[in-house]
């Protein structure tokens, strides 16, 4: 369900990958749960020319 949903979501912003997603969950009440995906739709596409790369530390 989740899958369908970001697909979605991601192509309604023209997104064509995600760089990250999370969950959060919250228990409300005794018989209810709240669970809550949020995540970073990104557009991706090839390098072009000469890159200079960044060593991450």
């Known amino acids: 369900m989740l899958g369908s949903f970001a697909r979605g979501a991601g192509k309604s ?3 064509n990958a995600v760089a990250s ?3 959060d969950s919250t228990e409300r009440g005794a018989t209810m749960d709240e669970i809550i995906a949020f995540g970073t739709a990104v557009v991706v596409s090839p ?6 790369l960044v060593k991450l530390s």
Not at 47 to 52: H, I, M, N, R
């Open 13 to 15: 912003m023209r997104a």
């Open 21 to 23: 997603i999370m969950f």
């Open 47 to 52: 390098a072009v020319g000469t890159q200079d």
